[in-house]
């Protein structure tokens, strides 16, 4: 085990030092959105000040500059996944981006009526919708994987589903409720002895450190910038070259084609096949300086230090005896779903803010998972390595007044 200094982390966060009314913040959101550091706000500041154009287009020094600052970006994105290529990197506005090209590109030509797509019940929204549009339009058929309360999906009820009608597995690489992590090398590997393609939603799994997608020999791994420690409006689609090569374009527009003619069309190559009008520039630099910090880190000991926040919210929650607790899974990520008896979780929330306390309260994009754990919202805590021990403290003590209160 490394030594971790938090002290020293927090320095590189600049919001950390805000206070909320009266008490110092204690950010405890970060599944929802992680905070930025310096190094970001850095990067992105320098390129709007200092070399700032159009990408791909212009022949001038500024349109150089941005352009090489750009595809660097996806240099460090395929660098960051275990990507073979640099060609199997899209930048897309987010994830939910990135699952509907995929959604609507498969949809053209590969995936059609009463052809099979599995899902399981803890997926987020994003992961759920873009599919329920191909059952409505297409005629295609979800089939859903049961979780255990912890989140544990059992690999014989998947084998069990899995059929020559099988075209795609869609699964989370974390659960944004439960923490829980799928065994998605064994999904995967499952999944192509039937032919099928298997897709990982990311968002939540990436931004505990650098992902090996070869590894996990899937064919779709999708990132947003805003939880892997950069900004908005970016995120990343990896897909296996020979698959991107076999699908078609998703959006029409610049940068996306060969060749127009009055009676036709012809395509670039992946990536930029899937990159129609401008993209989000400034974005993807900033996301790429937010990749290049994550993979100087001590990932070991952002690890233990998350692990060790993780455990100590866990019991001292349950030791509370107001709590009921959703995810106990020693292996999960550091997410914490909870409510205190007798108390909505909204009004939860409100009074933890009170205190600096800032959590999530809601369905959290994850309503098939709510009516499986048998409840209609949660309250969530969610840690990253620059949370400290009295935050965890301060969450406890917030919850035990607040239950006083409403109670």
Known sequence: MTDFDVDRF?????????????????YLDNAASVQKPQAVIDAMATAMATSYANVHRGLHTLANETTAAFEEARTIAANYLGAASQDE??????????????????????????????????????????????????????????????????????????????????????????????????????????????LVDGCQHAVHGPVDVQALNCDFYVLTGHKTYGPTGIGVLYGRQSVLEGMPPFRGGGEMIDRVDLDGVTYNEPPHRFEAGTPPILEAIGLGAALSWVMEQDHEGLRSHERALTDHAMEALRSTNIVTLYGAS???????????????????ATLLDNKGVAVRAGHHCCQPLMARLGVTATARASFAPYNTHDEVDALVDACVKAHNLLN
């Open 10 to 26: 927090r320095q590189q966060f600049p919001i950390l030092s805000r206070d909320i009314g009266k008490s110092p913040l204690a």
């Open 89 to 198: 990197i899209v930048f897309c506005s987010g994830g939910t981006d990135a699952i509907n090209l995929v959604a609507n590109s498969l949809g053209q030509d590969h995936i059609g009526e009463g052809d099979e797509i599995i899902l399981s019940v803890m997926e987020h929204h994003s992961n759920i919708v873009p599919w329920h549009f191909l059952r409505e339009r297409k005629g295609v058929v979800l089939k859903w994987l049961d979780v255990d309360e912890n989140g544990h999906i059992d690999i014989e009820a998947y084998k069990a589903n899995l059929s020559p009608r099988t075209k795609l597995v869609a699964i989370t690489g974390q659960s944004n409720v439960l923490g829980a992590f799928p065994d998605v090398r064994t999904m995967a590997d499952l999944a192509h002895d039937v032919g099928a393609l298997l």
């Open 330 to 348: 020693p292996e999960k990520g550091p997410i914490v779903a909870f409510n205190l008896k007798g108390a909505h979780p909204h009004d939860v």
